[in-house]
């Protein structure tokens, strides 16, 4: 009997620390906590200065504000030739959805570029390239410097610099409310959830 109760023991010992770091077996991984937090409590997002596709400066911060619509946010830098290009084709996809379904007064898609070497002329470009209509999909790129690294720490994009000038990163979606909020974090093979988390914050008013 003893080894029994013995053993009880030791699978609890055990499994408390796994229900604990998993936030009580609902989350598997760092990520999969990461995501959940920013569900259940949306993260400011740092008010930093970005490049705009017309060559201006501008605060990311006053950008969403006066647009007024939730973004659908990814990260990109035009001279991927890997990651970027089908995560570019999964964006498209989301620009005619949002079309089709007359969403284009409360949601966008928001690109921006994590390349310093990124400017409005390799912006354009890269816009062109992907058949992006501006009223409902725009690009920014985002200066070298420690802002550039908070915004992408706050995102979660995790940047490493690769040869010939290259990088390797990771890729998601982004639901980012008019006020400034990372609200909620969706894989890059689900752009239909991430549409549709954007249309249900949009349709309680977190749009103007």
Do not use: K
Request: aromatic fraction near 8%; hydrophobic fraction near 45%.
């Amino acid at each position: 009997m003893r080894w029994v109760l013995a053993l009880a023991v030791s699978l609890v010992a055990g499994i408390w620390p796994i229900w604990w770091m998993t936030d009580g077996f609902s989350v598997l991984t760092a990520e999969d906590a990461r995501r959940e937090a920013v569900a259940r409590s949306p993260r400011p997002i740092p008010d930093v200065r970005v490049i705009e596709a017309d060559g201006r400066m501008a605060s990311l911060r006053r950008a969403l504000e006066d647009d007024g619509r939730v973004a659908i946010v990814s990260f990109f830098y035009s001279r991927c030739t890997s990651l970027c290009l089908a995560q570019g084709s999964q964006v498209e996809r989301l620009q005619r959805a949002i079309y089709d379904r007359g969403l284009d007064a409360r949601v966008r898609l928001l690109s921006i570029s994590f390349d310093p070497r990124d400017h409005a002329r390799e912006l354009t470009s890269y816009a062109q390239r992907m058949h992006a209509q501006p009223g409902v999909w725009q690009f920014l790129a985002l200066p070298d410097g420690p802002q550039h690294d908070r915004l992408l720490s706050l995102f979660g994009i995790v940047v490493v610099p690769a040869p010939l000038g290259q990088f390797e990163h990771n890729a998601a979606f982004h639901v980012v409310t008019p006020q400034g909020r990372l609200a909620r974090i969706v894989d890059l093979d689900e752009p239909g959830e991430a549409l549709h988390v954007a249309e249900i914050l949009a349709g309680q008013g977190v749009a103007r």
